[in-house]
């Protein structure tokens, strides 16, 4: 993982303001969770950090590098989304590794995050298993999208499980 930083982080969608200078600091390796009612902006907030939604001002910084200028490809972050799409032909250990491997991260790296990420996440008894196997519950699903070095995922709370 690596640490991200945002600092006075505005939007604006033309005269309405949605986010309204927000300031935070997420170490590396630490579970941030940001909850609140529906349109508060949360999603927006999370879209802008992956590059899918233009700042209106402000910084982003991830890893200590400023992205608010790259496009969401070069700054290796994932947007996992409460409808998940998992390759059923692979399995979670394949799942995670993938964009690692479409980036061409060495085979130990991968590896190495890939456990990383399972034990942070509660995935390691699961990473040799299919999800066509009915046999991972829908947050454990989510969980195992993309890994990269920073991710971000949105999700109803109604839809959680336990698991």
Known sequence: MAPVAIRDLRKSFGAAAVIHGVDVAIADGEFVVLVG?????????????????????????????????????????????????????????????????????????????VNRAAEI???LQLLGRYPRQNAISLSQATRSGLWPIFSLYICSTKRLDNG
């Open 37 to 113: 009612p529906s349109g508060c902006g949360k999603s927006t907030l999370l879209r802008m950090i992956a590059g899918l939604e233009n700042i209106t001002s402000g910084e982003i910084s991830i890893g200590g590098r400023v992205v608010n200028a790259l496009p969401p490809k070069e700054r290796d972050v994932a947007m996992v989304f409460q409808n998940y799409a998992l390759y059923p032909h692979m399995t979670v250990v394949e799942n995670m590794a993938f964009s690692m491997k479409l980036r061409g991260a060495r085979q130990g790296e991968i590896q190495n995050r």
């Open 121 to 123: 996440l509660g995935l």
